[in-house]
């Protein structure tokens, strides 16, 4: 009779344990996939979508080797909240007709170009750097050509995105 009496509470004990370990268990794993989708967006890489730069029918009537800056609002999503981001594009358009869509950036150390007329050339005014119409480096210290924005046509609208289409890992600064 004593022994059956001193073993009750401890059994009881035991099994309120047992309980509460199991409402615990149950309890995280409700909660796992509920945190996941509440915090998911802060651990998400930036959500790029796609941005009007213009009219295709537009940008075609552009004299040919005469760049124009066209500004460009992205839209990217980080985290909860949309941030827009003015950049600018180059259009250019070649004897062809074909268009080139170059970041304005120097590919040096990323200062903004300026298009000389009279030289025919985009002049960097930090350290001297200059490209041809098309891009490519014509002096000073930049190591590469204009970057090209990633770019599509849709239903006669161009479309662009805030990275470079030569290296899409590295975004639009
Ligand atoms: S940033 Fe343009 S030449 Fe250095």
Request: glycine letters at 8%; a positive charge; charged letters at 20%.
């Amino acid at each position: 009779m004593t022994k059956s009496s001193e073993e009750s509470p401890s059994r009881r004990t035991f099994m309120m344990v047992v309980i509460g370990l199991i409402s615990a268990i149950v309890g995280v794993a409700l909660a796992i996939p509920i945190l996941g989708e509440v915090l998911s967006p802060l651990f998400k890489k930036r959500d790029i979508v796609w941005s009007e730069l213009g009219k295709v029918s537009d940008l075609e009537n552009i004299e040919p080797l005469v760049p124009k800056f066209v500004p460009v609002y992205f839209r990217v999503k980080e985290g909860w909240t949309v941030n827009t981001l003015p950049r600018q594009v180059i259009v250019v358009k070649d004897i062809t007709g074909k268009l080139y869509f170059f970041s304005n950036q120097c590919t040096h150390l990323g200062c903004p170009l300026h298009w000389m007329p009279a030289r025919q050339k985009f002049m960097c005014p930090c350290h001297g750097g200059m490209f041809n119409v098309l891009g490519k480096v014509v002096g000073g210290p930049p190591p590469r050509p204009l970057f090209v924005w990633v770019h599509k046509i849709e239903n006669g609208t161009v479309l662009i995105q805030n990275k470079f289409l030569d290296n899409p890992k590295e975004r639009g600064v």
